[in-house]
């Protein structure tokens, strides 16, 4: 499992992407945020929490304010070399 700490600034567009193996949980803690999940838009504000099972396509975007986030990965998200990330469209 990875626990990540995480702070949008304003007008953050992220890209695309997917996890082949793993979950993303994402925990909004300060601001606000839209996450697009397949497709789907969700607003996540203070207090909103986002679940994206392995293969699900997501981006997160922040409009005229920050947003603090924590991001939990499980099983642990692999980088580098046999990444379980993968950029989508």
Do not use: Y
Not at 17 to 24: C, D, F, I, L, N
Not at 29 to 40: A, E, I, Y
Request: proline share 6%.
């Amino acid at each position: 499992m990875n626990v990540v700490h995480e702070r949008l600034e304003p007008r953050t567009v992220l890209p695309c992407v997917s996890h082949a193996r793993t979950t993303e949980w994402v925990f909004c803690v300060k601001g606000s945020m839209v996450g697009v999940v397949d497709g789907r838009t969700h607003r996540l504000r203070a207090g909103s929490i986002l679940l994206m099972p392995p293969g699900t396509r997501h981006r997160f975007i922040t409009g005229r304010g920050s947003c603090e986030a924590i991001s939990i990965f499980s099983p642990a998200l692999a980088l580098g070399q046999g990444s379980d990330i993968r950029a989508s469209d």
